[in-house]
């Protein structure tokens, strides 16, 4: 029971981050589309709030890991943000910033969709309320897989 309730609050917390990335890109998108007539500019990721109080012991072996090391995920993304802004490129910072929010938002969903499944505790979809963000981080995050993968090639 223990694990059930704290597995519902860390499936929130974390499908609120993955909201708050897809908004990210969102602002991102229709600041450049509207040439800066609309939308914010955005250069860092979302705050993944603090997790809850509980017995983490009591989470799956293979889902506890994952919950954790996020936190190092966000700081090494939050790195490659500032890169651009170290060496002068700021132009480059909200596409970067995109991508990033896109890898480290679709990975909290993809997360807390695991927990809800093996909790049993109902799938969430944010399509029947308001609109697709897994859609929009999912595109981000592809095309982060993607350069981390071109830069990884050999040859």
């Not at 981050?17 to 509207?34: E, G, M, P, V």
């Not at 929010?101 to 799938?123: I, Q, T």
């Amino acid at each position: 029971r223990e694990a059930r309730y704290l597995a519902i609050q860390i499936a929130v917390l974390l499908e609120n981050f993955a909201i708050d990335c897809a908004n990210t890109i969102s602002d991102n998108d229709l600041r450049t589309s509207s040439d800066g007539h609309a939308g914010k500019w955005r250069g860092t990721l979302p705050t993944l709030a603090p997790f809850p109080e509980g017995d983490w012991r009591s989470l799956r072996a293979d889902l506890l890991p994952r919950c954790l090391t996020l936190r190092n995920e966000l700081k090494l993304s939050e790195g490659q943000i500032d890169f651009w802004d170290e060496i002068g490129e700021r132009d480059c910072i909200p596409n970067e910033c995109d991508q990033q929010a896109g890898k480290c938002g679709y990975r909290a969903w993809l997360l807390a969709g695991d927990m809800r499944r093996h909790y049993h505790l109902g799938a969430f979809d944010p399509k029947n309320t308001s609109w697709d963000v897994v859609h929009t981080i999912k595109e981000q995050h592809d095309k982060a897989v993607q350069r981390i993968n071109d830069r990884n090639a050999p040859g």
